[in-house]
């Protein structure tokens, strides 16, 4: 399989037309586990005008409504993007279990949307880069149960249900552009093999 770079990935997503007012919108989807956060991270490196928006921060607990979350994005975010205006989200308290604290967001070059969802159709009329990042089963729950601690199991077990369900009405492995493994020796992913979107 071919690594890819992040480099060459930002090089991608720099050659996209933006969408969104002057913006280009890349999402980055995949199960939890599989490497979006690290990836976005990287990017951020190479991408010097982009913002990122983590779709853990707009969610609503564990069993989150995704099509609320969607409707909340385009109000808060995409519109006032679209019409290059600065938006402004409300982030979701997970301890208090409940939304609070306000994020202004400038209008920048790059906004990477980054979490489980965030290649919705719902926003294909805007978005420029639609990436999958993917990481066997047992690897992810690995990686969860390192980060968040054993106690979370059955929620980690509900949840990768929950997000199965969604990325399977949406289609969006098989709607994304890129479809990349998470897991290259070098930290940088490869290339899944298959045809690229039509």
Same mark, same amino acid.
């Given at each position: ?21 002057? &913006?280009? %919108?890349?999402?980055?989807? @995949?199960?939890?586990?599989? *490497?979006?956060?690290?990836?976005? =991270?990287? !990017? ?65 070059? &790059?906004? %990477?949307?980054?979490?489980? @969802?965030?290649?919705?159709? *719902?926003?294909?009329?805007?978005? =420029?880069? !639609? ?68």
């Amino acid at each position: 399989m071919t690594v890819l770079t992040h480099a060459a990935l930002a090089e991608m997503v720099h050659a996209t037309e933006p969408r969104l007012g002057r &913006t280009r %919108l890349v999402a980055v989807d @995949g199960p939890a586990g599989s *490497g979006k956060t690290t990836l976005v =991270s990287a !990017l951020l490196r190479h991408l010097p005008d982009a913002a990122v928006v983590h779709m853990d921060d707009v969610y609503r607990g564990w069993d989150t409504d995704f099509d609320e979350v969607h409707e909340r994005l385009r109000e808060q975010v995409v519109v006032p993007l679209s019409h290059q205006r600065p938006g402004r989200y409300q982030r979701y308290d997970w301890y208090a279990d409940e939304l609070r604290d306000w994020v202004d967001l400038p209008v920048p070059g &790059t906004l %990477l949307l980054e979490g489980v @969802g965030s290649g919705s159709t *719902g926003l294909d009329d805007v978005r =420029s880069l !639609l990436v999958w990042i993917e990481v066997p089963e047992p690897e992810r729950l690995r990686r969860g149960l390192e980060r968040d601690g054993e106690a979370v199991l059955p929620l980690w077990q509900a949840w990768m249900r929950h997000e199965a369900a969604e990325h399977s009405r949406q289609d969006t492995r098989a709607r994304a552009d890129l479809r990349l493994l998470g897991d290259g020796p070098s930290g940088e992913p490869t290339i899944l093999p298959g045809p690229p979107r039509p």
